[in-house]
């Protein structure tokens, strides 16, 4: 098969799985079998808490109470409500939003309890916000993940009384500092009673819900939400980085205790973050439906008598397309390592190092070239200067075709027109395996992102060239790909505004699955397609620069006029 034909049917298939593994499921109508999870459902209440921004304190934040309070006790639910005073410093926020001078606000959290068989045993606790920044319905943050939290709580109840108790905990002022859920968990007696949270989030409008943060601990916790997340989206790269951000929900207090804890989240659209415009209308229905089917395939099994799972060391897991969790011991990387070494030191045995070092050299130049285009030209994005937190999330779509274009242009440059021996492969890999060993040394969780692939890549160009050779490479080269492209995609939408290099990373990854299957071009050609990528990522930057700021952007981040 001719490499450039295989070269395109790894991209094409693993492009293909890529973009459906980042596709939301289909949202299910009204019509929806009574113990499934149907959005349709979930936005009618959406509907009426989303209708008008509801910060803490307002009259708009008490009706919304006073409707949630109404809905759980038509669900059956033994309906609570928790206050504290606002903090200074939350109180300080919310003047500051308001252009008011307010002495003092009382936060009120909801609770609902629906009761189980057996009382005595730990409960299961969902756990939302209600209240909105100002100026925002909040459709996505936080009522979708109200409105999912009530309609998994009917589809549970509608399949027949659970074994334990399921609490629903509505919190207030999480958008001021999570006080609701400071007080909550420092305050309440019902902090006692409860076994596993499941905390519900949102950061945008749409895309795949990603459990993205557990408890300590959190083996057997993996091993039950991998065993029954039918849809998973799931990774235990984004938990560590999350841990090591200084990002909050309203998780954090929680986690001071020992419970099992998972937190879901979606962050698609990111542009509608706190946004005027983050209304009913503009929230994706699939986005309801993924995070209500993992919010009710993970409590369901929770809520079973012997379903709160035990501590045992953290686990390595993730997601493919949402089809199926992997998850394994932390220290079985160290083996795919070693295989992945014996996989490149027998072929470049067997072919000859020859290019050995000249393959190192490649994947450096290409890391700083890709770096320093992406840096630059993000640099142009925002004329030299920090740039508007939201109107940046607004413009996330574009960056990620500049990053993407800074890429190309990197690899036109540097790969395009090499012809890599087998042991110039094993070079270009080489810093990847020793990066992927101080990954799993310092953070084995996450180090399967680089573990995987060079894994994948040492087994492929192990096998002698030829057919057999060209196959494994194309279907580790899609597999790869139909990865990569979902973090790629995730990892713009997290801190793509401000660090677009983070993809480079996938980038290099990908490069290093599809060489064996790369033909060299001309340098001419090569230069030319380096300086058309290099100008329409230019071009990109200027008009991100120079656009007018999006009219997604929070109101309280719009100067007032002089």
């Known amino acids: 098969m001719p490499a450039r034909l295989s070269l395109i049917i790894a991209l094409l298939v693993g492009l293909a799985l890529g973009i459906y593994a980042t596709t939301p499921p289909a949202p299910r109508g009204i019509d929806a079998p009574v113990t499934q999870f149907s959005a349709a459902r979930a936005m009618a209440d959406i509907r009426v808490i989303a209708a008008r921004p509801h910060p803490t304190g307002s009259a708009e934040n008490a009706a919304v109470r006073a409707y949630i309070q109404q809905r759980m006790a038509a669900l059956g639910m033994e309906v609570l409500t928790d206050s504290a005073p606002l903090s200074a410093r939350s109180l300080k926020r919310l003047n500051r939003w308001s252009g008011r001078q307010d002495t003092a606000i009382t936060l009120t959290n909801v609770i609902g309890i629906l009761p189980g068989k057996d009382r005595s045993l730990p409960a299961v606790a969902l756990m939302a916000h209600h209240d909105t920044v100002w100026g925002s319905p909040g459709a996505a943050d936080n009522t979708t993940g109200v409105a999912a939290s009530l309609e998994v709580v009917r589809a549970i109840k509608a399949a027949g009384q659970p074994e334990r108790d399921l609490i629903v905990l509505l919190t207030d002022a999480e958008e ?175 072919d000859g190092a020859a290019g050995l070092g000249g393959g190192v050299l490649r994947f450096v130049g290409l890391v700083i070239i890709a770096g320093l285009l992406t840096y630059g030209f993000n640099w142009i994005s925002l004329g030299g200067e920090r740039g508007e937190y939201y109107d940046r999330l607004a413009a996330i779509p574009r960056l990620e075709g500049m990053a993407v274009l800074a890429c190309l242009a990197a690899f036109a440059l540097v790969i395009a027109p090499w012809r890599a021996t087998t042991g110039a492969i094993a070079g270009f890999a080489a810093p990847l395996v020793l990066l992927a060993s101080y990954g799993q040394a310092v953070a084995p969780t996450a180090a399967y992102v680089l573990v995987v692939p060079v ?108």
């Open 176 to 350: 001021l500092g999570l006080g609701g859920a400071e007080h909550f968990f420092a305050n309440n007696p019902l902090r006692n009673r409860i076994g596993a949270i499941i905390n519900l989030e949102a950061r945008g409008g749409g895309g795949r819900a990603n459990m993205f943060q557990t408890s300590r601990a959190n083996g057997e916790a993996m091993r039950l939400y991998a065993t029954h997340a039918e849809q998973p989206a799931a990774s235990s790269l984004a938990a560590f980085i999350y841990s090591v951000l200084p990002n909050d929900t309203d998780l954090t207090p929680a986690l001071k205790g020992s419970y099992t804890a998972y937190n879901l989240a979606f962050i698609g659209r990111s542009g509608l973050y706190h946004s005027p415009l983050s209304t009913p209308e503009t929230l994706d229905q699939g986005s309801v439906q993924d995070i209500g089917n993992q919010t009710l395939d993970l409590a369901g099994a929770l809520l079973a008598r012997d379903g709160i799972p035990s501590k045992a060391p953290d686990a390595v897991f993730f997601d493919w397309l949402g089809l199926v969790t992997v998850h394994y011991p932390a220290g079985l990387g160290w083996v795919m390592l070693g295989l992945a070494v014996l996989g490149f030191g027998w072929a470049a045995r067997r």
């Open 455 to 562: 894994l994948l890549a040492g087994l492929a160009l192990a096998i002698p060239a030829g057919r057999a050779r060209t196959v494994a490479s194309i279907a580790a080269g899609a597999l790869v790909i139909s990865y990569m492209l979902p973090l790629g995609h995730f990892v713009m939408q997290g801190v793509g505004p401000d660090m677009p290099m983070a993809a480079v990373l996938p980038f290099v990854l990908t490069v290093t699955l599809i060489l064996p299957l790369w033909a060299p071009i001309g340098q001419r050609p090569a230069r030319l397609g380096a300086g058309l990528a290099a100008g329409l990522a230019v071009a990109i930057a200027l008009w991100v620069q120079f656009d007018a700021p999006a009219e997604t952007v929070a109101v309280y981040a719009v100067p007032p006029p002089e």
